[in-house]
């Protein structure tokens, strides 16, 4: 028996939880905010996320009319809204285009290792307004763990000019409860190339060996240590003291006090607005622990200390192409992969719509996506490397 001929089926947004919420709420939502003398109102950004997510698949606004000229048959098919915040469909399409392309012209065939890193509360919520910030915050983590695979080298006789380390970071906006958790997925080379071009032969990959708990201990309480001085310098922390304590600066609440109070709720997971607004929020607080903490092991490979976590103990082999497909779909957009479970440990009503869209929408022209030594590479393997600058946002 002939196996069945698979037919394209056009996807119903409508059908699915998170729509129906969007679309019974936010009306009702932003004529409380029009009302209200105190409120500025959302961003524009955040009202265009959800009005072009409501218009996304549905025929009514917009098709592409498709017909076989053998068989006559025609299909119908649906405009997408080709928004990042929070639009299933069309962050699942990026998804796999972003990770196709990662492993057909990016990453070279040598290992690599996955580093997640989880930073404080507090820094959670500054970095979620700020891309100055998140920027700052990001390039201490690379160098850092780039500075790890440049040691090992070095201990192994290798000369420090002579080296070039890589890594594809992802930036997170969100948890398992979909809620405001600003964190980074960073896939680095497990080792370093060697440029050998001054010699006329071609760059050699140098292997790195697998980081030991105390190595990735090590790594992150300089992460820790960095970041927590950066932080004094930006005026977020008091200086002179021991204990990192929050300044209480924060130019988001001078300029969008509602989009402040809304990301603060979302990053601890209380409910911003309706009946229960204000049940059970607590203070921030500093969470940055205390000077000369030492750094506590969760697991093989993973430590925390200061609030900042890091794990890396997923470490993929060079043969190994569909793991790295699959890791880098997992840090690429995980709001593609939101499941209703998630939808029902928030609260109910606007309270998800509300501390759900403000917090995972990116604000505009904000990197989610950032290379680092690509074009190093260039130079270096240019059958590998894709036509790109050394940091490119998507």
Request: aromatic content about 8%; overall charge positive.
């Amino acid at each position: 028996m002939a196996p069945d001929v698979p037919t394209y089926e056009s996807r119903d947004p409508s059908r699915t939880a998170l729509y129906q919420v969007i679309a019974e709420h936010l009306e009702t939502f932003l004529a409380s905010l029009a009302a209200d003398p105190e409120a500025k109102g959302l961003p524009a950004y955040v009202q265009r996320e959800f009005y072009d997510y409501l218009q996304c698949g549905i025929l009514a606004h917009g098709f592409l009319r498709m017909g076989c000229d053998t068989c006559k048959k025609e299909v119908l098919l649906a405009f997408s809204c080709k928004r990042r915040g929070f639009c299933p469909s069309c962050a699942g399409r990026r998804m796999a285009q972003t990770a196709a392309h990662l492993v057909e012209c990016v990453i070279p065939w040598v290992p690599t290792r996955q580093w997640v890193v989880s930073v404080p509360i507090p820094l959670r919520y500054w970095m979620s307004s700020s891309r100055d910030l998140t920027a700052q915050v990001h390039t201490i983590i690379r160098t850092t763990i780039a500075q790890y695979y440049v040691s090992q080298a070095v201990k192994r006789g290798v000369e420090r000019q002579h080296m070039q380390p890589g890594s594809v970071s992802f930036i997170q906006r969100f948890g398992s409860s979909i809620n405001l958790n600003l964190h980074f997925h960073v896939v680095f080379l497990e080792g370093v190339f060697l440029d050998r071009t001054d010699q006329g032969l071609k760059p050699r990959f140098v292997k790195g060996e697998p980081p030991s708990d105390a190595d990735v201990a090590d790594v992150v309480q300089k992460i820790s240590r960095r970041v927590i001085r950066k932080l004094r310098r930006l005026g977020y922390l008091e200086t002179g003291m021991d204990v990192p304590v929050a300044t209480g600066y924060d130019p988001l609440l001078d300029t969008e006090p509602e989009l402040a109070r809304t990301m603060a709720a979302s990053v601890k997971q209380r409910i911003a607005f309706g009946e229960r607004a204000g049940e059970k929020v607590r203070r921030i607080g500093s969470g940055f622990g205390y000077e000369g903490e030492q750094p506590e092991r969760k697991g093989p490979r993973c430590a925390s200390v200061n609030g900042f976590s890091l794990h890396a103990n997923t470490a993929i082999p060079a043969h190994r192409r569909d793991q790295i497909s699959w890791s880098a779909c997992f840090a690429i957009q995980p709001e593609a992969r939101c499941r209703l479970s998630g939808l029902r440990r928030m609260p109910t009503g606007s309270s998800f719509t509300v501390s759900t869209g403000r917090g995972l929408t990116a604000p505009p022209v904000s990197n989610c996506h950032r290379w680092s030594s690509w074009r190093n590479f260039r130079r270096l393997c240019p059958c590998r490397v894709p036509t790109l600058c050394a940091t490119r946002g998507v």
